[in-house]
């Protein structure tokens, strides 16, 4: 019987940065695989090696060595246009820091998102767009607040947008890096709670944090010291 590849998996990957004249390692050999609908977090001290790790997950940076495959597919011989659109069609990014325009209302916030997430394959009408973006709103309990400006509203609600950003090109798998580190433990609770919600609908999620309180909320927890994952 064939086994079905996990929806991410890294091989021996390693990742060097030269400052100096000297070169720095800053993924020693690291090995993780994610199965779908899978919930992960990864921990780690400050200079760790968290937000590299998250650059390559996301197809941003590319492995020194090893090798990173994304639903079954090798990402090393991609091109930037290849990985662009795989970024684009299947990863959705929720940051600290919300990312949101203040001129802008919050659908036109998350309808951003197909800026990015658009692909020649499956090209959408602007009827589809809106409907996703609308779609994606209600599902983080926004739906009424659509034509508002981010400026009105809460840190957990412009949380909340981001995701619907994230979420509405409908990606295989959510990385948030620290998603939680600018909201208050009630506001936190309700971002992680809506996190369960879509990972339990099948969404896979990687989770970056230094909060444990967050690392619990996931199915699995791993460390990231010293460039090696335990």
């Not at 990957?13 to 100096?20: D, G, K, Y």
């Amino acid at each position: 019987m064939t086994s079905i590849p996990g929806l991410i998996e890294l091989r021996g990957v390693t990742r060097a940065f030269t400052a100096n004249g000297q070169s720095l390692e800053v993924l020693r050999g690291v090995d993780l695989l994610v199965d779908r609908g899978d919930f992960v977090a990864i921990t780690g001290s400050s200079g760790a090696g968290k937000s590299t790790m998250l650059n390559i997950l996301g197809l941003l940076d590319r492995p020194t060595s090893g090798e990173y495959l994304f639903d079954g597919r090798p990402t090393a011989a991609l091109g930037d246009r290849e990985r662009s659109g795989v970024r684009g069609a299947g990863v959705g990014f929720v940051f600290q820091s919300f990312h949101l325009l203040s001129a802008r209302t919050v659908r036109e916030n998350v309808l951003l998102a197909f800026v990015y997430g658009e692909t020649e394959e499956r090209p959408r009408s602007t009827s589809e767009r809106l409907a996703l973006a609308e779609d994606a709103l209600s599902r983080v309990g926004l739906a009424r607040r659509s034509a508002a400006h981010p400026g009105t509203l809460s840190g957990g609600e412009r949380q909340r947008v981001a995701i619907a950003r994230a979420i509405c090109t409908r990606p295989r798998l959510l990385l948030a890096d620290e998603p939680t580190g600018n909201l208050d433990r009630r506001n936190s609770d309700a971002v992680l709670d809506l996190v369960e919600e879509l990972n339990a609908d099948g969404l896979t999620v990687v989770v970056i944090t230094h909060d444990e309180a967050v690392a619990r909320r996931a199915h699995r927890h791993r460390v990231l010291e010293g460039g090696r994952l335990s």
